[in-house]
């Protein structure tokens, strides 16, 4: 199936106006900064996803916390401010949560760093008696972990997760102070079962794992395997992610050890969007320096999936550009560089398995030299990647027909059962997107306007 065509729009507002509202100052619960009536409708932290733009505009749209009164709009430089804002009572009231500045998840009440040892004390864990207990060479390879050096690691692992992850509820918006840095480095932004959630203008970073467990029957030499992805998204709807960095910087998975042969995997993934979740959109973010990047649909048997991805920016990404199962998936604008960048070396772009419906449109890929056109694509044999206008080094190029064409058992099918319509913003003259995409992609390039700076 070829894409249907579209007008390349002339400008593209990136933020929808809206009624007059409240924006706190600096500070957890304090006085709303007065703004005139202009301001307040075009301050980024109100912004709304613009019609038709992806997946997640469909029906009612997506817009976070816009209707958030001045009581709900929070202003938060610390990890105990987040937690008091995304817990503030009701619990089902719009919010507006902005980040001033860098938060460092993996701190105690009173901002204090907590380390890997601050989670284990007490808990009987210990990596050491870890590695002795499940050796493969005594423990075998047929069953995974259990006995008290596993129960300790989950101990440690959940005093952990109770001070590094979010629970992000509905109609909230979680928005970056433009000029400030804004950012969370260790943390987990957790959005389950719920509808309505906005995540915009955020550096996301290093959010490890200090405790990955051993499963010895993962493959068929066992691998390490992690927790906590940066953002997840579990059995949720109208969700837009815009304009946010990530990366495992500043530990890359370069500085990991192995054990057993395999590497002690820390991080997990960047972006998840599992367990029924549907109606998102993720546009004009920056993934970069990471392994597994974005998963779409956690199993084989999972439901909906309905995602748009565009203009966002993948350097330095070995794999899941995205991995999707199931749903129908619009990839279009995006920017792809093959290049190894601080130890991470592509392996492929995007994985369509379990029947998932990719629809990869006006797409750019920089492929090094290291690499063939073939290993753009991957695939179970079940899942379709249609789409048109894709280029690689310049040159229109037919992904699936490369693929296909380099002889794997299992090929990608080239038709889907889908058209999409949900495409604001979609540009089909594309030559000039990776230098478009340096400049407009990732956390730090808002005004306070919505707009890009410069």
Not at 9 to 36: E, H, Q, T
Not at 92 to 109: E, H, S, Y
Not at 206 to 212: G, I, K, M, S, T
Request: with cysteine; aromatic share 6%; glycine share 10%.
């Amino acid at each position: 199936m070829s894409a249907s065509s579209h007008r390349r729009p002339v400008g593209r507002r990136r933020l929808a106006l809206i009624g007059a509202a409240a924006v706190a100052a600096a500070g957890l619960g304090a006085a709303p900064l007065v703004m005139s009536a202009d301001a307040a409708a075009t301050d980024l932290a109100h912004g709304v996803l613009p019609a038709k733009d992806g997946w997640a505009a469909s029906g009612a749209g997506t817009t976070g916390g816009r209707a958030a009164d001045a009581a709900h709009v929070f202003t938060v430089s610390t990890r105990a401010e987040l937690v008091k804002a995304l817990k503030a009572a009701p619990a089902d009231a719009p919010r507006i949560i902005q980040v001033k500045g860098v938060i460092d998840a993996n701190t105690d009440d009173a901002g204090r760093p907590l380390s890997c040892q601050s989670y284990a004390a007490g808990t009987g864990y210990s990596l050491a008696a870890y590695l002795k207990a499940y050796d493969p060479a005594v423990w075998g390879r047929s069953k995974v972990p259990s006995g008290s050096q596993e129960s300790a690691r989950r101990t440690a692992q959940q005093n952990q997760a109770a001070r590094m992850t979010f629970a992000v509820p509905s109609r909230t918006t979680i928005v970056g102070v433009p000029g400030t840095g804004a950012g969370i480095t260790g943390g987990s932004l957790q959005v389950k079962n719920a509808d309505n959630v906005v995540i915009r203008n955020l550096t996301l970073t290093d959010v490890r794992d200090c405790f990955p467990q051993w499963d010895p029957t993962d493959g068929s030499t066992g691998n390490w395997n992690s927790e906590y992805d940066a953002v997840t998204l579990r059995g949720s709807t109208h969700v837009w992610a815009d304009h946010n960095t990530f990366s495992d910087g500043p530990h890359y998975d370069g500085a990991n050890t192995s054990y057993f042969g395999r590497e002690y995997q820390v991080h997990d993934g960047a972006l998840d969007i599992t367990n029924a979740s549907d109606l998102v959109t993720v546009e004009y973010n920056r993934f970069t320096n990471h392994d597994k990047t974005m998963l779409i649909g956690s199993s084989d048997k999972d439901t909906r999936l309905r995602v748009t991805l565009h203009h966002n920016v993948f350097q330095g990404i070995v794999q899941r550009a995205p991995l999707a199962r199931v749903g129908q998936v619009h990839l279009y604008d995006n920017y792809y560089d093959t290049a190894k960048l601080n130890g991470y070396a592509h392996s492929y772009s995007i994985n369509a398995r379990a029947g998932a419906q990719v629809v990869a449109q006006d797409n750019y890929w920089a492929l090094s030299a290291d690499r063939k056109v073939a290993q753009l694509l991957s695939g179970d044999g079940t899942g379709a990647v249609a789409g048109s206008g894709n280029l690689v080094n310049g040159t229109v190029t037919d992904l699936v027909a490369a693929y296909n064409a380099a002889g794997p058992k299992k090929k990608i099918k080239a038709t889907v059962n889908w058209t999409p319509t949900l495409t604001a913003g979609l540009e089909t003259s594309i030559g000039g997107l990776p230098a478009e995409l340096a400049r407009k992609a990732g956390a730090g390039v808002l005004t306070a306007t919505g707009t890009v700076a410069g």
